[in-house]
């Protein structure tokens, strides 16, 4: 054990460099007939080389994980911005088509021959479309006042393809079947009228733009309507 | 004094534009100083490649962020020692060295049996000594650190990477009259604490069965 200890404590005067030239030369002879001491010395490098190895490695291993971490945490957040980002377009394309469609909706102000002007207090002809089954996928729904017992729409009625037009007449006319007729004379539409219905609702795209003619069968009023774009 | 005016397009690297690239003789010095900006290069432009490759062994066993890690630290130590020769690109090199480290892998998972028993490129140091280096790693996290610290010391450790990097036999260890005057003790006590410290590392070391098996298959 002394002899091990004296050992390890010349090793270290060697590799110091604090041996003397001729303890120097004693160690190296030492070393080439001592299997032992070789072996001995050879361990103590083999250790400072892998311990020197291992140090450094870790040292270098904790800068890589480093930016690792810190490249990976980069890329998190520039995603998460581009994500925020995305995002609000998202949302601002999504309200603006909202929007858009809260104003085209509105319904236009369309009235009957009686109904000269807003200002006077009449309700428009036209009402907000409410979702119900009979207006389908149109916007506007043309429809009289209850109070008029007279023809509608008739020739100051702005009509337009994409409109429901519901038709009114006097409640002492007593005709079964509803006529409509294009310029050229030909029946565009014909509709029978239950008794005591005083109104009929024709679904938008049955009229295209063009002069139209309506009456009733048997009947000699014959109503003139315009429909555009 | 005239400031230097920032690229104008610099701000495109913060979103992965306008991507720095680097010659070859630029990626081995950065790597060779240990640069923290190289390092960050090499992970951006080729980790990718190395994880496809680590990816494509479809093994449950690999992890492709340990085998870059351990990749980059073992091509980066050969650089620094000068024991890349610079036959090939940086690239080419750590994707070997990766390449063997799943080999490796897979095989002690006992998933992989080599056709070719040297699968290791030439330019590799002995694969045993990576194994001691990298067991001796996880024995002397097992030492306290007062003796991490002393033994650290007088293995030439204090000025980090660049302290030591040629082992000669008889030079490379600091005085003890030196780590005194940085422990601010005496340098008796220097050498006492050294020994004792050396001592537990040895018993660790030698008394470890895993390191004893490798070294009996190591050229050391």
């Known amino acids: ?229 | 004094m005239k400031n230097k005016k920032p690229s104008p397009l610099s701000h495109l690297s913060n979103l992965g534009y306008n991507k720095q690239k680097y010659t070859e003789s630029e990626i081995l010095e950065g790597v060779k100083n240990n640069d923290n900006k190289m390092y960050r290069f090499i992970y951006k432009s080729y980790y990718p490649g190395i994880k496809s490759m680590v990816v494509g062994f479809h093994s449950l066993a690999l992890d492709a962020d340990d085998i870059f890690q351990d990749g980059l630290v073992t091509a980066s130590r050969n650089v620094m020692e000068d024991r890349f020769r610079g036959d090939s690109t940086f690239y080419t090199y750590l994707t070997s060295i990766c390449r063997n480290k799943c080999f490796k892998q897979l095989e002690q998972a006992g998933k992989f049996r080599p056709a070719n028993p040297k699968i290791e490129i030439s330019e590799e140091p002995a694969a045993d000594l990576e194994d001691l280096i990298y067991r001796l790693t996880v024995l002397k996290d097992k030492m306290d650190e007062k003796c991490r610290q002393i033994i650290e010391l007088r293995f030439g450790l204090k000025d980090g990477i660049k302290g030591q990097n040629n082992l000669s036999d008889s030079g490379s260890n600091v005085r003890f009259e030196e780590i005194a005057t940085i422990l601010k003790i005496e340098p008796d006590n220097a050498r006492q604490r050294f020994k004792r410290c050396l001592e537990k590392l040895r018993e660790t070391v030698f008394n470890d069965r895993v390191w004893n098996d490798l070294l009996a298959t190591t050229k050391y």
């Open chain 1, 1 to 229: 054990m002394k002899n091990l200890d004296n050992d390890i404590d010349l090793i270290e005067k060697f590799l110091d460099g604090s041996l003397s030239e001729n303890e120097e030369a004693a160690f190296r002879e030492r070393l080439a007939n001592d299997a032992v001491f070789a072996n001995a010395f050879s361990k103590r490098k083999l250790l400072q080389k892998a311990f020197f190895e291992a140090t450094v490695r870790s040292k270098i291993k904790k800068s890589i994980q480093s930016v690792m971490a810190e490249e990976n945490r980069r890329t998190t957040t520039n995603r998460r911005v581009w994500l925020a980002a995305a995002s609000l377009i998202l949302l601002a394309l999504a309200g603006s088509v909202l929007l858009y469609n809260s104003s085209w909706r509105k319904p236009e102000q369309q009235f009957a021959k009686e109904q000269t002007s807003p200002e006077n207090g009449d309700r428009a002809a036209t009402q907000r479309k409410v979702n119900s089954m009979e207006e389908y996928s149109n916007v506007d729904v043309l429809v009289r006042k209850d109070s008029v017992n007279d023809f509608f729409p008739d020739e100051f009625t702005v009509l337009k393809p994409t409109d429901t037009i519901i038709f009114k007449w006097p409640a002492s006319l007593n005709e079964r079947y509803l006529t409509i007729y294009n310029s050229k004379g030909e029946l565009v539409k014909k509709a029978t009228i239950k008794a005591n219905v005083i109104k009929y609702t024709l679904l938008p795209g049955v009229l295209k733009p063009e002069v139209y003619y309506w009456k009733f069968m048997n009947d000699s009023a014959l109503i003139r309507i315009k429909v555009s774009n």
